[in-house]
C-alpha cells in the first residue's frame, strides 16, 4: 500500500475502491481523487468524492491533496447538475456528526424537489441499470 494508506489490519473500504480492490460505479479519476456513485444513494446519482490518500479527516491530509479534492468536488458539481440544477454537498467528520467510513469522503446529493431525503430510515441500494445510466450522465463529455 502506498503512502497515506491503512495497513492490512486497518482496511478500509474507500482505500480499496481508490486502489480498485473492491468495485465501485467510478464517474471521475485522476492521480489523487476518485468518484463513484453511493451504492444505497439519500437520491438518484448521490456522489461520493474521495482522495486517494487515506486520512479520516480533511484536516489529516497534506494541503495538496486538499486542493485536488475541492478541484475534483468542482467537476462533479457541474456534472450533478446534469442531473438536477440543485444539490446538498456534505462532509461528515467525526463520529457525532455522522461519519460513518472514516476515510474522508464528500457527499453531492442532487436533489429533485423531494422532501427531506436525510431520514433514518433504510435506504434502497442502487440497481445495476440505473448506476450504468448514471455512469454514462456523470462521465466525462
Same mark, same amino acid.
Given at each position: 500500500? %502506498?503512502? %497515506?494508506?491503512?495497513?492490512?489490519?486497518?482496511?478500509?473500504?474507500?482505500?480499496?475502491?481508490?486502489?480498485?480492490?473492491?468495485?465501485?460505479?467510478?464517474?471521475?479519476?485522476?492521480?489523487?481523487?476518485?468518484?463513484?456513485?453511493?451504492?444505497?444513494?439519500?437520491?438518484?446519482?448521490?456522489?461520493?468524492?474521495? !482522495?486517494?490518500?487515506h486520512?479520516?479527516?480533511l484536516?489529516?491530509? !497534506?494541503?495538496?491533496?486538499?486542493?485536488?479534492?475541492?478541484?475534483?468536488?468542482?467537476?462533479?458539481?457541474?456534472?450533478?447538475?446534469?442531473?438536477?440544477?440543485?444539490?446538498?454537498?456534505?462532509?461528515?467528520?467525526?463520529?457525532?456528526? %455522522?461519519?460513518?467510513?472514516?476515510?474522508v469522503?464528500?457527499?453531492?446529493?442532487?436533489?429533485?424537489?423531494?422532501?427531506? !431525503?436525510?431520514?433514518?430510515?433504510?435506504?434502497? !441500494?442502487? %440497481?445495476?441499470?440505473d448506476?450504468?445510466?448514471?455512469?454514462?450522465?456523470?462521465?466525462?463529455?
Open positions: 500500500m %502506498g503512502p %497515506g494508506s491503512p495497513s492490512a489490519a486497518e482496511r478500509c473500504v474507500f482505500c480499496d475502491i481508490a486502489a480498485h480492490r473492491s468495485p465501485a460505479f467510478v464517474v471521475f479519476e485522476d492521480d489523487q481523487t476518485i468518484a463513484f456513485l453511493d451504492i444505497f444513494p439519500f437520491t438518484r446519482g448521490h456522489l461520493l468524492v474521495i !482522495p486517494k490518500m486520512g479520516a479527516r484536516t489529516d491530509l !497534506p494541503f495538496d491533496h486538499q486542493t485536488a479534492l475541492v478541484r475534483t468536488l468542482d467537476v462533479m458539481c457541474h456534472r450533478a447538475e446534469r442531473l438536477a440544477p440543485d444539490y446538498n454537498l456534505a462532509l461528515n467528520a467525526g463520529r457525532n456528526a %455522522g461519519q460513518i467510513v472514516f476515510h469522503h464528500f457527499h453531492i446529493i442532487p436533489r429533485y424537489g423531494e422532501a427531506n !431525503p436525510f431520514r433514518a430510515t433504510s435506504r434502497e !441500494p442502487l %440497481g445495476d441499470d448506476a450504468q445510466a448514471l455512469v454514462r450522465a456523470l462521465s466525462a463529455g
